[in-house]
């Protein structure tokens, strides 16, 4: 049995495209902060890790009820102040959405010392080009250096910028290598899906049949902490074509993994990747059982139960 990969592959660059596409919503709230009193975020924020709702959410209160963001940009101005910059850049990118403005303003940041807005300096290139003049856009290897000195500096941002540019044809600079060197510090700095993207460069970008078993151990560890349907509909792919991708044929495993895709699976919305998959685990679901014997069956149900309780526990 196989499942059409065609559509997989391009569900999975939906979802690469979406860090593209999200970046003008997630980017555009991405975070960096330092504390300047007591009643400011204490903690660097940053939107695209693992958990940064609270801190987020918090740091954007704090904008919008700032008395008088003014004294932000005059302390930017008059005083030098890094921070302030950073604030002000922020208030007029969140809250104004006066984008020239607040990319000036973290131009200014970057200036001062605060190289983490080297991100929204490139973000902004990136995926605003309409804000700029032909004289006033950068090069490809001026953005790659503003999110290099970024990522340098702690932006986990930064590093998953790069690590998207590196592999998509259409940024110029197509780089395996630097996207796999880039991704491994994503996972690092816990990046969201960026154990799945690595997976995924192994086993569809570079189709590297001598990295499944790190593939499949990527996929499980995704599954597991992020709760990630395509990881499981991936894992549930590969055992069920071990030419393509040199992994065991296990219609055992295949169909565990095709449980938990549809379980996963049910309570979304709006999610544009779902659409494209249109249910596609309901055929291994219905198909796979003709090819099972009753007690491969209790295992892969024993299998699928073992690996939810897993995930509900982490």
Not at 65 to 79: I, S
Not at 182 to 191: D, S
Not at 270 to 278: G, R, S, T, Y
Request: glycine content about 2%; overall charge negative; aromatic content about 12%.
């Amino acid at each position: 049995m196989k499942i059409n990969n065609n559509k997989i592959a391009t569900v999975i660059m939906l979802s690469l495209a979406c860090m593209s596409t999200s970046c003008e919503a997630h980017d555009n709230a991405t975070i960096i902060t330092e504390t300047t009193r007591a009643t400011e975020p204490k903690s660097v924020v940053y939107f695209d890790t693992l958990n940064p709702e609270k801190d987020a959410i918090n740091f954007i209160n704090f904008l919008r009820e700032a008395d008088d963001p003014g004294r932000f940009q005059l302390e930017c101005d008059k005083k030098k102040i890094a921070k302030s910059c950073y604030y002000y850049a922020s208030y007029t990118d969140l809250i104004e959405e006066d984008y020239n403005q607040a990319y000036d303003y973290y131009k200014k940041a970057y200036a001062l010392g605060l190289k983490q807005t080297g991100f929204f300096i490139a973000k902004f290139q990136v995926f605003n080009p309409k804000l700029f003049d032909d004289d006033q856009r950068l090069t490809i290897d001026e953005k790659l250096d503003y999110l290099k000195q970024a990522s340098d500096a702690g932006s986990p941002d930064a590093t998953r910028l790069l690590m998207l540019i590196y592999r998509k044809p259409e940024y110029n600079r197509l780089d395996y290598d630097q996207a796999e060197y880039y991704n491994k510090l994503a996972i690092k700095k816990n990046v969201k899906y960026a154990r799945f993207t690595l997976a995924f460069l192994y086993t569809h970008h570079l189709k590297d049949k001598s990295k499944i078993g790190e593939s499949i151990k990527l996929y499980k560890e995704d599954l597991l902490v992020e709760k990630n349907w395509q990881s499981s509909l991936a894992l549930s792919n590969i055992y069920l074509n071990p030419e393509e991708f040199g992994s065991e044929l296990n219609y055992t495993k295949a169909l565990a993994y095709a449980y938990i895709t549809r379980d996963l699976r049910k309570d979304l919305v709006n999610d544009p990747a779902n659409e494209i998959f249109d249910n596609i685990e309901d055929d291994a679901i219905e198909l796979l059982p003709r090819s099972l014997t009753p007690e491969q069956m209790q295992q892969a149900k024993a299998l699928y139960l073992q690996i939810m309780t897993q995930m509900n526990h982490e």
